[in-house]
């Protein structure tokens, strides 16, 4: 059955931002998982960890809303640039809000600038 296809019994079409695949929900799991185990292997303080698990959290948001953002320009860019453009972005994001926690961490736990 097409994603396309499903619909509410209503008779309303879902929006194709709201549709998950089984896979998707597989993933979401998986990443969750890791994200937990981390927090908690990582983690001491506990205004750290929710900072951690909300970062998390805006990090799914946003690569969720990213994705469908790029899903717009597969026609002209191909499949293979779509998925790259994505993962480029995603991981600069991704380097970036790191290295932004450990130095609130690192000031959190009483360390200064210069």
């Given at each position: 059955m097409s994603s396309h296809l499903l619909s509410v019994r209503s008779g309303r079409r879902i929006s194709p931002l709201l549709q998950f695949r089984v896979?998707?929900?597989?993933?979401?799991?998986?990443?969750?998982?890791?994200?937990?185990?981390?927090?908690?292997?990582?983690?001491?303080?506990?205004?750290?960890?929710?900072?951690?698990?909300?970062?998390?959290?805006?990090?799914?948001?946003?690569?969720?809303?990213?994705?469908?953002?790029?899903?717009?320009?597969e026609r002209r860019l191909g499949p293979v640039m779509l998925v790259s453009a994505y993962v480029i972005m995603m991981g600069t994001v991704f380097l970036v809000a790191t290295v932004a926690y450990l130095l609130i961490e690192y000031v959190y736990l009483g360390g200064r600038f210069l």
């Amino acid at each position: 059955m097409s994603s396309h296809l499903l619909s509410v019994r209503s008779g309303r079409r879902i929006s194709p931002l709201l549709q998950f695949r089984v896979w998707q929900f597989g993933l979401l799991v998986a990443l969750t998982a890791i994200a937990i185990v981390d927090i908690r292997g990582y983690c001491r303080e506990p205004r750290l960890i929710v900072l951690a698990s909300a970062g998390y959290a805006g990090y799914v948001l946003l690569c969720w809303l990213l994705w469908h953002g790029l899903r717009r320009f597969e026609r002209r860019l191909g499949p293979v640039m779509l998925v790259s453009a994505y993962v480029i972005m995603m991981g600069t994001v991704f380097l970036v809000a790191t290295v932004a926690y450990l130095l609130i961490e690192y000031v959190y736990l009483g360390g200064r600038f210069l």
